[in-house]
């Protein structure tokens, strides 16, 4: 590992505005665009750490909130760090926990210090700062540290949204004193700063002059995903992407529907995280090259094909769906395993076809044929 770089990002091929490349790390290279499946509490739901790299991720997210809180940043760092506790050996992002504050708890209050608030657990009084948000995403042992931020909706008046931004690209600034200041930790990881301005083209110029000015590894979009409807992201994309620095990764948090990856990678995108294929597994929904399926469905209940006919994952090869609709409507563990399993695999193929398609310079052919499959319903 002591040979490895830091941090690198080098682009091998683009396709109008996108990009496919490399994220090399001291813990492993990241073929980009990528897909980080989440770990929020250092674990990706119903799912073994080698079965996630099996599905072909590179990278996980870890949440500072939550870790924070459960079982504690202290304990994590005194057990060897995240990725011996958790037993994932390769890199892992950190989100800086500024969403968690702010959606979860109901009793939250921002100051220019940072955000107090009660824990969604059991109710104990917690700062969070842009100064102890590095410092939990230091004792955790992240590879990759995002910067601490404040999001307000995108349906916010204007006043807080520019207030917000602001104050956002001020604890930009204390994160990177902080995460220089890490020692060893700092030589070591990578620190990304967090875009904001709503939909706003000025305010997201105004944020990404900020950042670029302060200097980070790479830099994230943040702020969508958040109800603001597909529409409205993609018109923030077809500007947000370009005010930041070419040279560098660009990450979409929280981002998304496979629809909504293909969109926003066609915009300039590099990296995203979601819940949606873990929660969506738990919960009954496969997704498919022909649209997501309801597995609860009575349709299901003898159909003998797989999950996805086109799909190489062990579950589509092991499994038919009516022994998945079976287990789901029985409440049976294995269901959430094994459909977590399938669309996992399902991200990180349609990832790699993402690559392959820019590297072939078929980008804008490959996304047509996507949506026209994937709007057709699988059922």
């Not at 011996?84 to 702010?102: C, H, K, N």
Request: aromatic share 8%; net charge neutral; with cysteine.
């Amino acid at each position: 590992m002591a040979d490895r770089p830091r941090f690198a990002f080098s682009i091998a091929a683009t396709d109008g505005r996108a990009r496919t490349g490399t994220l090399s790390m001291r813990r492993g290279d990241i073929s980009t665009p990528a897909f980080m499946p989440v770990g929020t509490a250092a674990t990706v739901k119903a799912m073994k750490p080698a079965d996630v790299r099996a599905s072909g991720a590179d990278i996980l997210l870890g949440n500072t909130y939550h870790l924070m809180l459960r079982p504690g940043a202290e304990r994590v760092a005194r057990l060897g760090g995240l990725h011996a506790f958790m037993g994932w050996e390769r890199p892992i992002l950190t989100d800086s926990g500024g969403y968690q504050v702010m959606s979860l708890s109901e009793l939250s209050k921002v100051t220019e210090e940072g955000v107090s608030f009660r824990s969604h657990l059991d109710g104990s009084k917690h700062m969070l700062s842009p100064e102890r948000s590095i410092e939990i995403q230091r004792l955790l042992g992240s590879d990759i540290v995002m910067a601490f931020d404040q999001l307000v909706p995108t349906t916010a008046p204007r006043a807080d949204q520019v207030a917000a931004m602001e104050r956002s690209m001020r604890w930009a600034q204390r994160s990177r004193d902080a995460f220089d200041a890490g020692g060893a930790h700092a030589q070591a990881a990578a620190l990304f700063g967090i875009q904001q301005g709503a939909l706003d083209e000025g305010l997201r110029k105004a944020s990404a002059d900020a950042l670029v000015g302060i200097g980070f590894d790479g830099y994230a979009v943040g702020g969508l995903a958040v109800g603001e409807g597909q529409e409205a992201m993609f018109a923030c994309l077809d500007f947000a992407p370009g005010q930041l620095p070419a040279d560098r990764p660009r990450y979409l948090m929280g981002v998304g529907k496979p629809d909504d990856i293909v969109g926003a990678v066609e915009r300039g995108i590099d990296m995203f995280d979601c819940v949606l294929p873990t929660r969506s597994g738990r919960t009954g929904q496969a997704f498919t090259r022909a649209g997501p399926i309801n597995i609860r469905n009575a349709k299901f209940a003898e159909d003998t094909d797989p999950l996805d006919p086109d799909c190489a994952c062990p579950v589509c090869h092991g499994w038919s769906r009516a022994y998945l609709h079976h287990l789901v409507r029985a409440g049976e563990i294995l269901g959430a395993m094994l459909m977590t399993e399938h669309n996992l695999y399902f991200y990180q193929a349609l990832m790699a076809d993402l690559r392959a398609a820019i590297a072939g310079q078929r980008l804008t052919a490959f996304a047509e044929s996507f949506r026209v499959r994937y709007e057709s319903k699988g059922g």
